[in-house]
């Protein structure tokens, strides 16, 4: 016997990459409580994005809540019936899932009508890990290079305490659902663009971003700025990865925190938005202290002003790296000259020839807090973005799905 065979798990098998699905808003149309087969009707291209899954090696595993059960609505035969379904629908497109854990309870045990086994508290419903936790001993797969697709703010957190990497798709519930703080590490308009992301976008970003990470091994301060849906704060994450990756915390910090409220056509200039003076104090702050500090920022501006926004929690140490995103970033002078690494990102012009078009995929598309007008800004603020990447160390190409 070879000594490397000693280096092999006794199975022979490497832990697997997966991607966590939810089900009712992410792979199929959100209904209220659904209770029949017929009512299930898939998203347009889930089905052929979970093929793709199946096609590139990756686990496709569903995790959901189904308290119908507990609430006496479906019988566990009648969910079998829905996910036979679901495999049937998924099967016409030559894709299928590895496993489906679904959650029968409901934890309120005075629920009228309910099944008293049923409520009670348990460890598979979401946000608990349980079911992620058995998938990964039922099926064995690595958490580390897995990823998680849901529309909640419970699924994002379902998928920030087992460590995944988190997409939040803007179907059904698409992250307003206001229960937790909602910090998804990436937000694509639906699965289908989610898949593409994890199997084309992330990699392609990875590999553009190469030079930018090397640089960034020695900075205190990183900003990345680009016009709307230039891919600025996927480009943050995933230099954010990459010095996770090699011990160093990273922390993103999205200008759109300094959103002023009220009508975009009252700013003249491409930083007239945002409270600029006051996001300088923050980050002059963080990047001259010598300690740990804690701050509290708004979560999200969009959730702020619908008065559901949770603050953001940063615990910032001396040695961490500072990543600050936003399209007017290379426009103020006192944060370009403050940042050690200047990043701008660049859309391809076919991109830009479709700015204005604005359906509503294109609108969800907007990655900068979900915000509509952010996605289309004025023409004058458009071109100083562009211009302001005369400052910029790197210039890095946007991933655009085809
Ligand atoms: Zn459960």
Not at 204 to 220: H, S, T
Request: include cysteine; glycine fraction near 8%; charge should be negative.
């Amino acid at each position: 016997m070879s000594a490397s065979n000693t280096t092999r798990p006794l199975s022979g098998r490497e832990p697997r990459r997966a991607v966590f699905l939810d089900r009712d808003g992410t792979i199929n149309v959100e209904v209220e409580h659904l209770k029949r087969a017929e009512e299930l009707e898939l998203f347009g291209g889930a089905a052929e994005a979970v093929g793709r899954l199946n096609r590139a090696g990756y686990l496709a595993v569903v995790v959901t809540n189904q308290s119908v059960v507990a609430r006496g609505e479906v019988t566990r035969e009648g969910l079998e019936r829905i996910h036979a379904h679901l495999d049937h629908l998924l099967g016409l497109h030559h894709a299928y899932l590895d496993r489906i854990y679904a959650c029968p309870h409901y934890p309120d045990p005075g629920l009228p009508g309910g099944i008293a086994e049923l409520l009670v508290d348990c460890t598979c419903r979401k946000p608990a890990t349980g079911s992620i936790d058995a998938a990964c001993r039922d099926l064995g797969i690595n958490l580390a290079e897995s990823w998680l697709v849901g529309d909640t703010t419970s699924d994002i957190e379902t998928g920030r305490r087992a460590r995944l990497t988190t997409i939040l798709v803007q179907t059904g519930h698409a992250g307003h659902d206001g229960r937790f703080p909602l910090d998804p590490d990436y937000v694509m308009a639906d699965l289908a663009a989610a898949v593409d992301w994890i199997l084309e976008g992330h990699p392609a970003l990875r590999r553009r971003m190469a030079p930018v990470v090397a640089a960034a091994a020695g900075a205190r301060l990183v900003v990345i700025g680009g016009l709307a849906r230039s891919g600025k704060s996927s480009a943050a994450r995933v230099l954010q990865e990459a010095a996770s990756a090699t011990g160093r915390a990273a922390h993103v910090i999205p200008l759109d925190l300094w959103l002023c409220p009220g009508p975009e056509d009252e700013a003249n200039s491409a930083t007239a938005r945002y409270d600029i003076e006051d996001m300088l104090v923050t980050v002059r702050r963080l990047v001259g202290h010598r300690d740990r500090i804690a701050v509290e920022l708004p979560a999200d501006n969009g959730a702020v002003r619908s008065g559901r926004g949770h603050s953001r929690h940063f615990s910032i140490d001396a040695d961490d790296l500072l990543i600050v995103e936003g399209a007017p970033a290379l426009l103020v002078d006192r944060l370009v000259r403050l940042a050690d690494v200047r990043v701008h990102m660049a859309r391809p012009a076919s991109e830009q020839a479709t700015e204005r078009r604005a359906g509503p995929r294109q609108r969800q598309m907007s990655e900068e807090t979900g915000d509509v007008r952010s996605a289309s800004p004025p023409t004058d603020e458009a071109t100083k973005v562009e211009a302001a990447k005369a400052r910029a160390d790197f210039i890095v190409a946007a991933w655009i799905a085809a």
